[in-house]
């Protein structure tokens, strides 16, 4: 089982070496990155190319780690009592299983995706430690332990809100997705948008680098934004010299809502459009 | 087996544990990475640094160890000026024979000898390390030698630069009854209170359960709230003094927004670095100090770190054992500083100089180095970055 680049996505290959390592060897994976590098896609990829079915667990601020492995539904039970139904002589009825035991539970090898694990509670992943160490984990409702038939490939990502204790850390494989090169990124629109015109790519990487190189941009714009960039170029069909052009009127990219998600890049923008328009003059 | 790594690795304060040596002694076994030396960078990588600030380290100590081509960066910076500042330490640093050399006229002679000394430095590590590409041929020049140099009986520091200033400072201790106008700072910095209820701990609520129940007819509705706590400790350095006075009154407003915010609030001021000693009062800052030792251990590490200063020096205050203006310091700022991260993983730096000089300065780069990147300037927004490190 080994993992590679798909015909939708491009890894590197210190991607593929850190992926196929945690799949040998059954580690979990942590991933980090900036955003819109493709974080959460790679769980889908790994899933696609290794053909593995994907259990994906969505991490909020108020996401606890007994989440994933089961909730013991007590309210409902209370209420199921007062109402005098049956089920409630049963206490298997009441407890709903998680992502983990799920995973745990599969008949194929599945991938799970625990999202944003940054977002939880600091303790959460503290209390996921015996579970992805050993794979293991006890009802204590029904007095059983759940054990997984065989270790699931797990891949975590994190947007780095939150530190991740080291006791954690220790237990994960990590790797950092660094921000695309200049000759990866046209692979990846490759794979994206086959039938772009080789011409208008050039361009807009070229307008998009710049952009990523202005100094004080409060949020840089990614690979998923240029990716939506260039469908709208391609659906307004505007021409590849309307991005080239030094014309004063059109320094800031068209469309560039796409790119520029803060008020303040847009006015660091206009300011600079507005500097440069001054050097043209003089 | 690569046990080398491992150990060079730990010592450039990498956090590596045996569990980590072992999973990659395990891959190897499994032939990841095995016939390839790129891939044995990628798979130790990600076997062994889990963070991407560690990232850098991580390809020095691999390039170190196995090509042999560099050195780990510190080791240069303490150990060249070590035996020639000690030298000049000894002869020159006190106020006393100061007078006496400038009262022989010597002055100018035993700064070219200094001179010299410094340009045999200087050929000789000119590619070594951050401190000395900083800098041009001569350092220590008096007297219009260099504008790094050292400065006798001036008390000016109009140009930021000064390595010696002997002057004793007039420190003033910071105001903290400036509340009016400090609004926008408070806001920020209540942020980093943690006990806001945005907590997954849940606790029942007891009232509204009982009125949500009641308005259900009687069928239990229990409702929960997150639970409210606040354990924020905040431990406060400022820098006071020198080049800070300009930046007082930003400070000023800081600190007493600051001290109506936390608990659990201990202050301390420095000047420029942090050396062996802090002291609480200005007023006493001559009798009043504690060692930076005793304060790594009263405080614990759970107290948040926030350095306040301009980090606006010259780099030697940092880099060098002596480098401090004011007093012989036996061990170089960074040093101290290091010892602070350390013990605080929790910790920002915050910055009065607006965010555009800091390329220009060269201290302020080495600091942020030293910081790891986690300077902020102090701004609302730069507030709200900080405060957002804080509670990673």
């Known amino acids: ?282 | 087996m690569f046990f080398n790594l491992f150990t060079e690795l730990r010592k450039a304060k990498i956090p590596v544990s045996l569990k980590e040596y072992l999973a990659l002694m395990e891959a190897m076994d499994a032939k990841i990475g095995a016939y390839n030396v790129d891939h044995f960078y990628y798979l130790s990588r990600a076997v062994l640094v889990k963070d991407e600030r560690n990232l850098d380290k991580f390809d020095r100590v691999f390039g170190h160890v196995f090509k042999g081509l560099e050195s780990s960066v510190d080791e240069i910076e303490v150990e060249i000026p070590d035996a020639w500042l000690q030298k000049l330490m000894d002869r020159y640093l006190t106020a006393e024979e100061k007078v006496e050399i400038e009262a022989l006229g010597g002055w100018e002679k035993l700064m070219e000898t200094l001179r010299e000394r410094l340009a045999e430095q200087d050929d000789r590590h000119q590619a070594g390390s951050k401190w000395i590409g900083t800098i041009g041929t001569s350092p220590f020049g008096a007297y219009g030698y260099n504008p790094e140099g050292v400065r006798i009986g001036q008390d000016g520091n109009a140009n930021f630069r000064a390595v010696k200033v002997w002057d004793r400072r007039e420190f003033k201790n910071l105001d903290d009854s400036i509340v009016i106008g400090t609004r926008n700072i408070k806001m920020a910095l209540r942020k980093i209170r943690q006990f806001a209820r945005d907590g997954a701990d849940l606790e029942l609520d007891l009232p509204d359960t009982v009125r949500a129940t009641a308005d259900n007819g009687g069928y239990l509705d229990i409702k929960m709230v997150p639970e409210r706590h606040n354990a924020v400790k905040v431990l406060l350095l400022l820098d006071i003094g020198g080049s800070m006075t300009v930046h007082t009154r930003t400070c000023e407003e800081l600190f007493s927004a600051a001290r109506t915010e936390f608990k659990h609030l201990e202050y301390f001021y420095f000047h420029n670095c942090l050396y062996e000693e802090v002291w609480r009062e200005n007023r006493r800052r001559r009798s009043g100090t504690l060692d930076t030792t005793e304060l790594l251990n009263t405080y614990g590490s759970d107290y948040k770190l926030i350095l306040v200063g301009d980090a606006t020096m010259s780099p030697y205050e940092i880099t060098v054992p002596g480098g401090s203006v004011e007093h012989w310091n036996a061990e170089a700022g960074a040093v101290w500083v290091q010892r602070l991260l350390e013990t605080y993983p929790h910790a920002v730096w915050l910055n009065p100089t607006d965010e555009r000089y800091w390329q220009a300065t060269p201290s302020i780069q080495v600091v942020r180095q030293l910081m790891a990147d986690r300077m902020y300037p102090l701004t609302l927004d730069g507030l709200e970055r900080a405060t957002r490190e804080l509670r990673r």
Request: hydrophobic fraction near 40%; glycine fraction near 4%; proline fraction near 5%.
């Open chain 1, 1 to 282: 089982m080994k993992f590679s680049s798909t015909d939708s996505y491009i890894a590197t290959e210190e991607l593929m070496v850190a992926v196929n390592a945690a799949i040998t060897l059954r580690r979990p994976l942590l991933v980090k990155g900036e955003p819109g590098t493709g974080k959460t896609m790679l769980a889908v990829e790994v899933a696609n190319s290794v053909g593995a079915p994907l259990l994906e667990w969505h991490i909020k601020s108020t996401t606890k780690a007994q989440h994933g492995l089961y909730e013991y539904d007590a309210v409902s039970r209370l209420r199921d009592s007062q109402l005098g139904d049956e089920r409630v002589a049963d206490i298997r009825n009441y407890i709903k299983r998680g992502m983990l035991w799920e995973a745990f539970d599969s008949a194929e090898l599945p991938i799970l995706l625990i999202d944003e694990i940054d977002k939880a509670d600091i303790e959460f992943p503290n209390d996921l430690l015996r579970e992805l160490d050993r794979m293991e984990f006890y009802v204590y409702e029904t007095k059983e332990t759940i054990r997984a038939t065989q270790r699931p490939i797990v891949i975590i990502t994190s947007n780095n809100e939150k530190e991740l204790p080291d006791a954690f850390l220790r237990r994960c494989f990590f790797h950092y997705i660094r921000f695309p090169e200049r000759d990866t990124m046209a692979q990846i629109i490759d794979v994206h948008f086959p039938d772009l015109q080789g011409k208008l790519v050039n361009e807009a990487l070229n307008l998009f680098y710049e952009i990523r190189d202005v100094p004080g941009m409060k949020k840089k714009p990614s690979t998923s934004e240029l990716l939506d960039w260039l469908k709208l170029l391609m659906v307004d069909d505007i021409p590849p010299e309307a991005l080239r052009s030094k014309d004063m009127k059109t320094l800031i990219p068209p469309l560039h809502g796409a790119l520029l998600k803060n008020e303040h890049d847009v006015h660091l923008f206009e300011r600079l459009a507005f500097l440069n328009r001054g050097e043209g003059r003089s």
